[in-house]
């Protein structure tokens, strides 16, 4: 309650200061023209977004007019054949589930990772291994996926060989034609990808728990897990699903990773060693530079779909940051 | 419930810093002892000493011995985190945690100790707001934040806190130093209520806070910056504001001082 009301008088308090240094900048020449520079390049930042966007909207209109199958429920991807059929289905599945995959797997371990770091690593350790993780978080992506191409798919085929021979019971891991270039390893490689961006934000998160509230816990009894469980991980709630959003969010749009590991496939299935499966963002790269115009029309449209998803996760994880607000 | 706190030759340094120096005291249970004294003469350091709090900054460490009823507290096989559950504390500043309710914070210490049960955990978060002097107040909005409550009311909700685990000893640094002077009576009239039940050492700047509420005075002193501090004299609240054997205690109380 009072922390809104402050957010408020904070909110009006700015206002005022803003009107008020709006009123001084009509005397002074400099204040004028940074006040116009400063607009200008909002408002042009604007105009470049929606020329894109309806730059792209426009290559997209004739190749979803002359798509024959439904763009949204349909599999199939061939937009450059007459009548050209194509859908976004495959696609969609193949991107949302690898993405979520990956943050499933990344998500513990990041955060595992930032709390040792803030609370259990001794500091020259906590010091060496916060500056390699954020200098893994800067590595190309490029680099992840030649990584996964010349290394790691050789390796996964034995682990899907593994898996369905003794898990099969899983869906998950059940179905035939097994092996490495499947929707799991490039699970795993993007999980491998956003690991570091969301353990350092998390970690930035850790080190803003006021001192106060760890020294309340402490003061109660609390062991340092408890103190974790009662005064840091409920305080780093909303950064900790914001960095799994950033870290989502880079899952998603993804390209070369993906494109490298993936031997590309159509049809959707739930088999997650199978090999093949395909992304927005892999389909894209893989098959834009032998596209017809056509072809490149509807590769634009799976393009402004990925871009919905995107938004949509984003707006997601701001109504679950912003549900608890009332409570930090 | 109330426990007796002896020390003795008790030094406390933060890394190089010798903050206070060779300090020998007790504290008697079932009443109030306050430790007044300028800025920085280790008031808080010392306070921390006895439940082990000093400890959890980096470099922090402890010489001497603080008895609990004869149990050493500094004893090689005693778990620090066992002793801040019979030793509760309350902050300068309040420090609800800022993500739990009203309720929950109440209950958070009674959590750790394994208080499982909806019935249990109402009564005695119920119990406590009353002992608490707040659940009046807050009796109609258990679910809303904590951090919501004025200031004073957020250092009644973490007395409420403290006391919900029944400690043996209750530690207070300058509970009021954050309050306008309603919520210091409250708080004032509260710790009367409270020494009843509990060993109570409280910190304050305030002499007139002193003189109301504490049975026992102690008076630190530095000698100058950079110094540690020390105790200079302990008594009945009484004598050292109208007689104390020590002129340093003197000009301070009469404001003398420096
Ligand atoms: N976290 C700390 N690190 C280093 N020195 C400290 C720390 N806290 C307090 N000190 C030093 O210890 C001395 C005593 O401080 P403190 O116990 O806070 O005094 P008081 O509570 O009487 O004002 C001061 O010289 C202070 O600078
Ligand atoms: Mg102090």
Not at chain 1, 220 to 234: H, S
Not at chain 1, 239 to 260: C, K, N, P, Q, Y
Not at chain 2, 189 to 197: C, Q, T, V
Request: with cysteine; aromatic share 6%.
């Amino acid at each position: 309650m009072t922390s809104q009301t402050e957010i408020g008088e904070k909110g009006t308090a700015a206002a005022e200061t803003r009107r008020a240094a709006r009123a001084a900048s009509t005397g002074r020449a400099g204040d004028r023209v940074f006040a116009i520079a400063t607009r200008g390049s909002g408002i042009l930042v604007l105009v470049i977004m929606a020329a894109i966007a309806v730059f792209l909207i426009w290559k997209a209109l004739p190749a979803l007019r002359s798509d024959e199958a439904n763009f949204v429920t349909s599999q199939e991807w061939s937009p450059d054949s007459t009548p050209a059929r194509f859908g976004i289905a495959q696609l969609a599945f193949g991107t949302v589930i690898s993405s979520f995959l990956a943050l499933l797997m990344a998500t513990p371990v990041a955060i595992a990772i930032a709390l040792f770091i803030s609370f259990y690593a001794p500091r020259r350790i906590a010091g060496g291994l916060s500056f390699v993780i954020d200098l893994l978080a800067a590595v190309p992506s490029i680099i992840y996926g030649l990584w996964g191409l010349q290394f790691f798919v050789t390796k996964m085929d034995d682990v899907a060989v593994f898996l369905n021979d003794n898990a099969s019971w899983i869906p998950l891991f059940g179905g035939d034609s097994v092996g490495g270039r499947s929707i799991l390893t490039a699970s795993v490689v993007l999980a491998i990808m956003i690991l570091p961006i969301i353990s350092s934000i998390s970690r930035e998160v850790f080190q803003q728990v006021p001192q106060a509230n760890i020294e309340a816990a402490l003061a109660l009894g609390a062991t340092r897990w408890e103190v974790i469980r009662m005064a840091v991980l409920p305080f780093g709630r909303s950064g900790m699903v914001s960095a799994a959003m950033l870290g989502l969010g880079r899952a998603l749009g993804e390209t070369i990773a993906v494109a490298m590991v993936l031997s590309t496939a159509s049809g959707i299935t739930l088999h997650i060693l199978k090999e093949g499966g395909n992304t927005f963002a892999a389909n894209i790269a893989n098959t834009f530079a032998e596209a017809g115009a056509n072809g490149r029309g509807a590769l634009i449209a799976s393009g402004l779909v990925l871009f919905i998803i995107t938004l949509i996760v984003n707006m997601a994880a701001r109504a679950i940051v912003a549900r608890r607000k009332e409570f930090v | 419930m109330a426990k007796r706190i002896e020390v003795s030759g008790l030094h406390a340094y933060y890394g190089q810093v010798h903050a206070i120096e060779d300090i020998s005291m007790s504290v008697e249970p079932r009443s109030v002892t306050a430790f007044i004294g300028p800025s920085g003469c280790g008031k808080s350091t010392f306070l921390r000493t006895l439940n082990r709090m000093h400890e959890v900054i980096p470099a922090a460490r402890v010489e001497g011995k603080v008895l609990l009823d004869s149990e050493d507290l500094y004893g090689s096989e005693v778990d620090p985190v066992a002793v801040r559950r019979v030793v509760g504390m309350v902050f300068q500043r309040p420090n609800p945690f800022p993500t739990m309710s009203i309720y929950d914070n109440v209950a958070a210490g009674l959590k750790l100790n394994g208080m499982r049960g909806k019935s249990r955990l109402d009564e005695v978060v119920e119990r406590s707001l009353r002992g608490a002097n707040l659940w009046n107040e807050v009796k109609d909005r258990l679910n809303r934040p904590g951090a919501g409550l004025s200031g004073g009311q957020q250092q009644r909700l973490c007395i409420a806190r403290a006391i919900a685990v029944e400690p043996q000893v209750l530690l207070m640094d300058e509970p009021c130093s954050a309050l306008d002077p309603i919520s210091t009576l409250a708080i004032e009239d509260l710790i009367a209520k409270l020494k009843e039940h509990y060993t109570i050492v409280i910190v304050t700047h305030n002499m007139q806070q002193a003189a109301r509420v504490s049975d026992r005075t102690a008076f630190f002193n530095i000698a100058g910056t950079g110094q540690p501090g020390r105790l200079i004299e302990v008594d009945d609240t009484s004598k050292i504001f109208t007689n104390p054997v020590e002129k340093a205690t003197e000009d301070y109380i009469t404001g003398r001082f420096g």
